[in-house]
């Protein structure tokens, strides 16, 4: 099969696989083991120990990487550039120890909680790495927060929660233009809606918990690179720090993605009816998602996230309620089909209140710059009937 021309939802369920030629088995088997018997010392088949080397791995990353568009050969890297952690944090963190102590890194402001720990009060210290924050999302702050010794922009598009967009197709050419490493976290889109690689980015992130394994059952990371001198690095710090994903749950990982393209779509087909029906809502104060005209960010959303050459505005919905913590509570604790729970991208829908879960480790003042306050509310969008999940919002928004 010719990988670089089929279309995301072959890629889904093929790239990177084929049947085992031993068996014929049609899905790759889950190589639970963590050792592989050599004919003579130095002899093998090219597996010697899982941390460096698994088959169900490989299958998984080889499928991640292709999707995310590396077109690496197996001759330039064994998994085409693609990477597979125990978490997302995981991934960050190998990717992290690539670089080196005292350079300066040019972060999104708006990031993921966990990330911006990881950031401030792990790396600063343990690295001696310097983190400036900037929005991203306004393309002029870029060039101004750039120093001599940056090494690194990483940015997350749409962020979380408040959902910005960069433009990444001006951060690439930007980074390209000056040599600097640039780096996307594409959680909130996975590889259907948006390919960072393909404006320029060296690496794309994941947090493979959220939509690429889909069903909320595994934790896990990616990076991809298509890049053969970045791959060989990031393989090296892969089989050095050791945070890799386990055969089990490559296996879970692999699964599913083969639902991607087709839970990628429902859920953008029904977050963008909900976000349209809430902002007419009157005790909602507003609505932010991607796919409304009323996005800050709308035109560059529309350019840079799309399915079939179709805008997409992706699965999460932020918004505002009319009113303080107490209503907040009440309409948490009203909702029955949507779960209060951290974590997104499951076929399940979910509901999550930043300030207090997901955003609790960010400095409230940080917290108060972006806009996350007490009535600030995320939701992700699952792919129950779009009809059941605006009865389960309008009961809950009567009980405010
Ligand atoms: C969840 C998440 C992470 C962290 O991933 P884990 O798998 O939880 O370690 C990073 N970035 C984003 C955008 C996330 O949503």
């Known amino acids: 099969m010719n990988e670089s021309n089929i279309h995301v939802d072959t890629a889904v369920i093929h790239a990177g696989q084929s049947p085992c030629p031993i068996t014929g088995a049609v899905i790759p088997p889950v190589y639970l083991t963590s050792t592989y018997a050599q004919q003579s010392p130095g002899v093998h088949q090219g597996f010697e120990y899982t941390r460096s080397h698994n088959p169900t791995r490989y299958a998984f990353e080889r499928c ?30 190998t990717l992290l120890d690539t670089l080196t102590a005292g350079d300066h890194i040019v972060a999104m402001d708006d990031l993921y909680g966990g990330t911006h720990r990881l950031f401030n009060q792990v790396r600063t210290r343990s690295a001696n790495l310097e983190f400036t924050a900037v929005d991203l999302s306004r393309p002029e702050v870029l060039e101004e927060a750039i120093r001599p010794e940056t090494k690194l922009v990483w940015v997350e598009s749409p962020t979380n929660p408040m959902l910005k967009i960069a433009d990444l197709q001006h951060i690439g050419a930007t980074c390209r233009e000056r040599g600097i490493l640039c780096v996307c976290d594409n959680t909130f889109a996975s590889p259907v809606l948006q390919r960072p690689l393909e404006f320029g980015f060296d690496a794309v992130m994941h947090s493979a918990t959220k939509y690429i394994g889909g069903h909320s059952d595994a934790i896990g990371g990616v990076l991809v690179t298509g890049q053969a001198d970045l791959a060989e690095r990031l393989r090296f710090h892969q089989n050095s720090v050791g945070a890799i994903l386990s055969p089990f749950d490559s296996f879970l990982m692999l699964r599913g993605l083969k639902t991607l393209a087709i839970r990628m779509r429902r ?33 560059v959303a529309t350019r840079i996230m799309q399915i079939d050459g179709q805008p997409a505005g992706g699965g999460m919905i932020t918004l505002v309620l009319d009113s303080d913590i107490s209503g ?17 991208g499951g076929v399940e829908s979910l509901v999550n ?10 400095d409230p003042a940080m917290r108060d710059q972006l806009g996350i306050d007490d009535c600030l509310i995320r939701l992700s969008v699952g792919i129950e009937s779009a009809e059941d999940l605006q009865s389960d919002l309008e009961k809950a928004l009567d009980s405010v």
Do not use: N
Not at 353 to 362: E, G, R
């Open 64 to 93: 991640i990487a292709r999707l995310e568009g590396s077109t690496l050969s197996e001759e330039e890297d064994a998994s085409y550039g693609g990477f597979a952690f125990a978490s997302g944090l995981a991934a960050i963190a």
């Open 267 to 299: 859920h953008c087909e029904s977050a963008l009816k909900l976000a349209r029906w809430l902002e007419s809502q009157p005790k909602v104060k507003s609505v932010v998602y991607p796919g409304l005209a009323s996005h800050p960010q709308h035109e």
């Open 328 to 344: 907040c509570r009440r309409f948490l604790e009203s909702l029955g089909i949507f779960s209060l729970a951290e974590s997104l």
């Open 353 to 362: 209140h930043p300030a207090i879960m997901t955003h609790a480790s960010v």
